[in-house]
């Protein structure tokens, strides 16, 4: 088992290492029980080997074993027979319940995102609840999701998945909607659980009665010390949907921004794929894919893209292949769409000034118009109802979310209504 443990790491790693901290390790493997027993030369090795090559050394062989092996750590003398332990032992999981390829190893970053990596290590390794709870902000593709995995995947470790729970606010939206039907509370459903890890936080704004729940629950888990972990696209805190109840206990914890993923961290991960997949690409290649390609998710598709060339081809790529994938690839990441380009295109469909469409006017037509651009600001800017509200005059919540309902049940009801939703949709995209 440790030969061939070796030639598995060897591939990662460089043989000055292995010979620094892998060759001293003693291990023991027990195929029925499914468990390994790494034995350490002595306590200050085990300290160290803990601190500065764990994490590697665990999501290395994650991919070596096979599901559903246990990792224990032990110090004793390495010349001893292997039934010989001193020293505590600490038993990790290594089945990544959450994705095998969601770790801290496999999240790259950079000095930009030092803190909210280092906070989030520091949460899913102890138990503790320090920083309770702990928020995860960042826009659409710096991270936000797989470090949250990274995180759950941790905490697996150590805690049975059954004590986890994972999954969006939808999820958590549709576990309490159906603890209300059954006439449970669903803080009593959700007491089973030691970890709370939740992404898409932002979602709870349409649902204001989730967010007097959450309260509720947020109490129960803060109290027994049990962790909470949230991600949003925006920070949390100077979020206006929130229920000040609500929003003064999320700033109980820590809120931490993650940056979005510089040329240098899209370089190291055209690299790292490059060497995970065989791919053979020039620096001069790989540096054109990092400048041009800002969106992550993109890049990651484009990698996809010049592998499935290298599997379906059977051919090392010449630059003319390279450049001819990259001429058939737009670069079109999603672009930020602001209300006030929305209220232009409404108000010229319309025949009416902005002036008009944000104003008092009551005219059937004008306030047909304001009820439609409302509608479009919602679905395609994602914005709360009070931020509605001041987008359009300064008007109360419950007009922008009156005028939102009534043109979402018009489009399911009247053909004409839906037919010109998606032609100014068409016009503002």
Known sequence: MKSSLRQHLSQRCPEHELRQWFDPLRITADEDEKHLLVTFPHAFFGDWFRSTVQDG????????????????YAVGNANANPGVVAGPAAATRMDFPFGR?????TFISNKKNYFPVASAKSVAKNQDAAYNP?????????????????????VSKTCEKN??????MEDLSTLVATARREGTPPRQVLQQYRYLFVDDFHRVRDDAALQEELI????????SRRQMVFSCPEKITASDYLLPALKSRLEWGLVVLLARQDVDIRARYIQRMCDAKKIRLTKEQMLTLAQRFEDFRYLQGIMLKLFAFKELVHQDMQDEDF???????????????????????????????????????????????????????????????????????????????????????????????????????????
């Open 216 to 223: 509720q629950i947020f109490d129960a888990f803060h109290d």
């Open 57 to 72: 050394f665990e999501a290395a062989i994650a991919q070596f074993l096979e599901p559903g092996y246990s990792v224990e």
């Open 323 to 429: 450049t001819r994938i990259l001429e058939y690839t737009e670069n079109r990441p999603e672009g930020r769409l602001s209300a006030e380009e929305i209220q232009t295109r409404v108000a010229e469909h319309f025949g009416i000034t902005v002036r008009d469409l944000v104003g008092d006017r009551r005219q059937h037509g004008v306030v047909f118009a304001r009820q439609v651009a409302m509608f479009l600001c919602r679905e395609l800017t994602g914005v709360s109802y009070p931020g509605l509200g001041r987008l359009f005059g300064g008007k109360d919540h419950s007009t922008a979310m009156y005028a939102v309902r009534k043109v979402a049940k018009l489009q399911k009801e009247n053909k004409d209504v839906r037919t010109m939703i998606a032609q100014l949709k068409k016009k503002c995209s």
């Open 134 to 154: 702990l928020c995860i902000c960042g826009e659409s593709g710096s991270g936000k999701t797989h470090l949250l995995r990274a995180m759950a995947n941790e």
């Open 101 to 105: 390829e969601f770790t801290f190893e």
């Open 163 to 168: 004590f986890i729970f994972f999954g969006t």
